[in-house]
Nanobody
Framework: AQLVESGGGSAQPGGSLRLSCTAS????????MRWYRQAPGKERELVAH????????NYADSVKGRFTVSRDNRKNTMYLQMSSLKPEDTAGYYC???????WGQGTQVAVSS
């Protein structure tokens, strides 16, 4: 089982980025999935959670109303649409599936003017 994140990069405050997490070696449709982030010197934070069919979503208070998690089980991919970005969103973003504690390698997001 493998997860690969993509879509990170640099953005200005108020900008947007879309992250993707594509799975291989297994089918994501049976699993809930999560996005985490970790900034330098800070603890890892759960950003968003989505259930297996995509109709139940939860968000950290810090991103509520700005980030949207979604998934396309046909493409074996989960997404994180990030809007109204703030400098405090700068972090490595990681996807996770509770299948053998499977983590992606992460994608970096940097928000600055």
């Amino acid at each position: 089982a493998q997860l690969v994140e993509s879509g990170g990069g640099s953005a200005q405050p108020g900008g947007s980025l879309r992250l993707s997490c594509t799975a291989s070696g297994f089918t994501i449709s049976a699993y809930e999935m999560r996005w985490y982030r970790q900034a330098p010197g800070k603890e890892r934070e759960l950003v968003a959670h989505i259930n297996s069919v995509g109709n139940r979503k939860n968000y950290a208070d810090s991103v509520k109303g700005r980030f949207t998690v979604s998934r396309d089980n046909r493409k074996n991919t989960m997404y994180l649409q990030m809007s109204s970005l703030k400098p405090e969103d700068t972090a490595g973003y990681y996807c996770y599936v509770p299948l053998d504690d499977c983590w992606g390698q992460g994608t970096q997001v940097a928000v600055s003017s």
